[in-house]
């Protein structure tokens, strides 16, 4: 199984709210991975988790609070996000983020709008 | 300063033509490159990697070729299809980023039968 799956497809929240992205993959991949996306834009790297422990933070807001329950599951936690944290939200997984040999599979992501 | 730069246009081609995507790095020492597909509203899937000591590496229709001196990479769809429609996009990984893979703002193919 080499799927990445993500929930919710879609998510519409006010800026009061509190929501919960989540993602699994069942690869034995041990690096996970948040990405956030805007229109025409490139993937911009959130956060990684590496054997459940979190090795990169790439400065983002505390708004944004990921969770790494166990080597399959991803989370991340939405609090008091604003209208321009609206984008398509990406999970990924590879085997090892410090081997830049490792492709990353990808979920097809949330797309999450603020209101 | 450091960037990644691919066609800055979409490219339009006709179908059974080649495809040629260009991405040029400045200012960084990728160890690795990778290509991935990305469709409208999905999440990018993996294509070809190629290593910093390698020229060329080829997968079915698909060709990636770097040059470390000229700093870029070439990617070739050869008999392309209107299904290779799709935004494509260059990714460096490079030791000193951490593990970070760094991913350029992608160019998009347009395929017409």
């Known amino acids: 199984d080499t799927e990445v799956t993500q929930t919710p497809k879609h998510l519409v929240m006010g800026m009061t709210n509190k929501k919960s992205l989540k993602c699994e993959q069942h690869m034995g991949h041990r690096a996970m991975y948040w990405y956030k996306q805007k229109a025409k834009k490139p993937p911009e790297l959130m956060f990684v988790y590496s054997y459940e422990k979190l090795s990169i933070n790439e400065s983002v807001p505390s708004r944004f609070s990921p969770e790494c329950p166990n080597s399959s599951l991803l989370n991340l936690h939405l609090h008091a996000l604003q209208p321009e944290d609206s984008a398509l939200y990406l999970c990924?997984?590879?085997?090892?983020?410090?081997?830049?040999?490792?492709?990353?599979?990808f979920g097809p992501g949330t797309r999450l709008t603020v209101t | 300063s450091q960037k990644i730069e691919q066609n800055s246009e979409a490219l339009n081609i006709q179908e059974g033509k080649t495809a040629t995507l260009t991405c040029n790095y400045t200012n960084y020492s990728p160890a690795y490159l990778q290509w991935y597909r990305q469709d409208p509203g999905r999440g990018p899937v993996f294509l070809l990697l190629?290593?910093?000591?390698?020229k060329e590496k080829r997968k079915e229709r698909l060709k990636v070729t770097f040059d470390t001196t000229l700093k870029q990479s070439l990617f070739h769809i050869t008999a392309s299809q209107p299904a290779d429609s799709a935004t494509y996009l260059c990714a460096l990984w490079t030791y000193n980023q951490g593990g970070k893979l760094i991913f350029g703002q992608g160019t998009e193919l347009s395929v017409k039968p």
């Open positions: 990924a997984s590879s085997q090892d983020y410090r081997q830049g040999q490792d492709e990353q599979y």
């Open positions: 190629i290593r910093e000591n390698e």
